[in-house]
């Protein structure tokens, strides 16, 4: 069993920024960032692999960073130049079988609580 715990979220004025922290309770192979506003469907944000390799929605592409910490088990997501449709729910989630940095969501099956990131425009 794998525990995951976000931290970092918060209220930001459209072109700020933020960093999103995850602290994972053992060692996983793939991780992600996930999003979900309301109404809408869990998005993959970025996910990466233990070899540092990552992938990003195309949304976010430019804007958003993720990275790993394998010492310290902490997954981070630096959002810069947020915008108002960033707003969401953001869900870490992680892995222990290798997913190609997959972006779906039905292919993790550890998931942190969430935490809210608005952004106002």
């Known amino acids: 069993q794998v525990q995951l715990v976000e931290s970092g979220g918060g209220s930001v004025q459209a072109g700020g920024s933020l960093r999103l922290s995850c602290a994972a309770s053992?060692?996983?192979?793939?991780m992600g960032w996930f999003r979900q506003a309301p109404g809408k469907g869990r998005e993959g944000v970025a996910a990466?692999?233990?070899?540092?390799?990552?992938s990003y929605a195309d949304s976010v592409k430019g804007r958003f960073t993720i990275s790993k910490d394998n010492t310290k088990k902490i997954l981070y997501l630096q959002m810069n130049s947020l915008k108002p449709e960033d707003s969401a729910v953001y869900y870490c989630a992680a892995d222990l079988r290798i997913l190609g940095r997959s972006l779906l969501s039905s292919d993790y099956h550890y998931w942190g609580q969430g935490t809210q990131v608005t952004v106002s425009s």
């Open positions: 990466i692999d233990s070899a540092g390799r990552s």
């Open positions: 053992a060692f996983t192979y793939e």
